[in-house]
């Protein structure tokens, strides 16, 4: 497995989701590329693999496997970029059109994006307020601490973040920017600190960068379009893993498994049957043992959701 990441229940994953040696599927986060080559070893000559990232970073990691198709790309546009590999590839067109035998979505910040301190993902370094997992374009953290208005900054505090004193926070950050804008990690940190609570720092700053994170990168919109394009690339039976690690993306993901839509309102035929695309594998997420958390801090809020596509006329 790649340095550049740890890939979080690495066997359980596998176990829950390749079930076809000679399958398709899709590793929508490829990241260091260790649960990609982690799929690619439980497939025959006949199996392949399409990986997506949008991190200019992680496509570097590609394996030299010619049953590995790499695309750079936000996996919001799954369903997209599916219909164009059948299109141009030939050898798998017929096979695509069935759909996939299963997706996996690692969610979350890779390690290599954590520790590499000019990302600007981590207050364990005075670094540039960046955060874009595609530093080729779009708004950085430091626009958004500078730019947004107080009330969505409190906002995205708030709900991005769970954070305690939203309010409190971003009227912090207002102030702090009148005198200069604040450009560096260790700006932010300076000018929030009054609020951080004595022995809990390091935890309250994480949920503050975890909520400018999901604002810079849009995860929640990603995450919403791709659990709606996703059950139309997979085939029936076809499976879908996620692995989630804060609450608000795990609660879009259980909603979208249950009822086919996010926000967990149910939609129900004549018969009283939910309408929904997928129906869960396990009930109840799986999480990491307590021998991973200890090797592997960064798995201590993990949790992975697997759920299978439904037939066509929702088995009935």
Request: hydrophobic letters at 40%; a negative charge.
């Amino acid at each position: 497995m790649s340095v550049y990441h740890t890939p979080v229940m690495f066997g359980e994953t596998l176990d829950a989701l390749v079930k076809n040696p000679s399958g398709i599927y899709a590793d929508v986060t490829f990241g260091g590329g260790g649960h990609t080559a982690g799929i690619l070893s439980r497939l025959n000559e006949d199996g392949h693999v399409i990986a997506f990232d949008r991190d200019a970073d992680a496509i570097k990691n590609s394996i030299d496997d010619k049953r590995l198709t790499l695309v750079r790309g936000d996996f919001r546009f799954i369903r997209n970029f599916i219909l164009q590999i059948a299109h141009e590839r030939e050898d798998l067109r017929e096979r695509l059109e069935d759909g996939l035998d299963g997706i996996l979505a690692d969610l979350g910040v890779s390690s290599h994006q954590f520790d590499t301190a000019d990302r600007g993902f981590s207050f364990r370094y005075d670094a540039p307020l960046d955060m874009r997992m595609n530093q080729e374009g779009g708004q950085t953290a430091a626009d958004v601490v500078n730019e947004y208005p107080q009330d969505d900054l409190e906002r995205i505090f708030r709900i991005y973040g769970e954070v305690e004193n939203s309010g409190k926070v971003a009227a912090l950050v207002a102030s702090a920017r009148a005198n200069a804008r604040i450009e560096t990690t260790g700006d932010l940190d300076k000018a929030i600190a009054p609020v951080l609570p004595k022995f809990a720092e390091h935890k309250y700053l994480a949920k503050v960068y975890q909520a400018l994170r999901i604002e810079v990168n849009h995860e929640m919109r990603s995450l919403e379009k791709f659990l709606e394009g996703a059950p139309a690339t997979l085939k029936e039976g076809g499976l879908l893993a996620v692995i989630t690690y804060h609450s608000l993306e795990d609660r879009m993901v259980k909603n979208f498994i249950k009822c086919g839509r996010i926000d967990g309102k149910e939609n129900k035929d004549m018969f009283g049957v939910v309408i929904a695309p997928l129906e869960a594998v396990n009930r109840k997420p799986v999480t990491p043992e307590e021998d991973e958390i200890a090797s592997n801090t960064r798995a201590r809020s993990a949790k992975l959701r697997v759920a299978r596509k439904k037939a066509q006329n929702g088995g009935r």
